[in-house]
């Protein structure tokens, strides 16, 4: 494929013929088990949570934050921007594997598509700014991640992923041009766009919940961040931090710990182990800290059964995960809905890689909406201003994107 964006093209092109369609980038990333596949899906069958769990179709999709309702008893109640479903997934009518010269597929895809996105149009101007205010301000941040360093002490939870939101409204926004505009300012081994009819998810994350390949099953929480540096030597010096933080440490291995406990439920006994702990990995902004767990899964153990064992991903929960996620229903003030899901593709032979939706944009183009959350761990040693300004950290792309700067 030699015309000049080409994908950009495909995306347009897709978008005006399909309800659904799903773009996966990994932006050749040098990550542990590998980044996601560039993979593009679109299609018109919308699945039902039956057709969801059923090995023989091959689905792409999100897990909504809010699908914990359904697996524990618990609610959610805040603010929600705008309704959206806790599953969505679809099947495919096409299927490609993208690479640098064009690409697979096994569907059907005849000369006169080609023919169509070669001359697909690409707007000049795509309007993707958009003014964005935070939910919560600084002064209420710091107060709640007080309150729940109080839980700590009373010994409700022992570390919480707390987030806050930032939501803004708009006449026309342009998703496919606002995901490729995101990709050039931060290129994350993650990277995805998703159209749901008229809502889209624009992702940067760096992050994967859960891959499955055969028999092994991979969880890589991220716990830890650093600044990049401007210059090699401070670059260096952040890096060092990272490694050394016994804080950052120590929300990392709680973690770890949480993410083997869940794979230990799905999981041949004895097969659950750490591959490795406290790696540190670059990104365009930041440093971060991701740890591998593996496990071999008995033999029949469902999709169902995995994905109700192990989500939400520890990560953005904390520990213990159910009396945490109350917490988290108590202190923040929005409902996360696809934010802190899990995105992603499962096949026919019940292979899958889903990420965790952060460093992510969700929109409404119907209810002229849209938001994000942003959110680190809190433990009894965090500081509530340091920890307001890693937010604002992981957040830079998106605020960079939306403003226009």
Known sequence: MNFPKWKEKLSYWAEEKFQFIALTQGNDHDYPQGPFDNLFFAGNTELSEDELWQSQLFKVGIFGYDFKNQIEQLTSQNLEYFPLPELCFFEPEMALQLTPDGFYTSTEFSEAHLY????????????FLCQVNPEITREEYLDRVHRIQNEILEGNTYEINFCQSFSGSFDSWNPVAAFFRLN????????????????????????????????????????????????????????????????????????T???????????????????????????PRVWQMISTVS?????????????????????????????????????????????SGAFGWIDTSGNFDFSVVIRSIIADLEAKKLYFGVGSAITIDASAELEYEEC??????LFELLRGT
């Open 257 to 283: 710990d949480l993410m083997r406990n869940d794979l230990a439920r799905v999981s041949q006994t004895g097969s659950v182990k750490v591959e490795e702990l406290f790696g540190i990995y670059p990104f």
């Open 295 to 339: 496990s071999a899964v008995r033999p029949g153990v469902s999709l169902k059964e995995i994905i109700h064992a192990t989500f939400p991903m520890g990560s953005m929960t904390g520990a213990p995960k159910i009396s945490t996620m109350k917490i988290i229903e108590r202190e923040e003030c929005f409902k996360r809905g696809w934010f």
């Open 184 to 255: 050039e300012l931060s290129k994350m081994p993650f990277a995805a766009l998703f159209k749901a009819k008229n809502q889209w998810l624009i992702s940067a994350s760096p992050e994967r919940f859960l891959k499955k390949i055969g028999s092994k099953l991979i969880a890589q929480p991220i716990k830890g961040t650093s600044r990049r540096g401007i210059q090699a030597e401070e670059d260096s010096k952040n890096r060092d931090k990272l490694i050394s933080s016994e804080k950052e440490r120590a929300e990392n291995l709680m973690i």
């Open 392 to 397: 604002t950290l992981k957040a830079q792309a």
């Open 116 to 127: 169509e996105i070669a001359n697909q149009a690409i707007p000049e101007q795509a309007l």
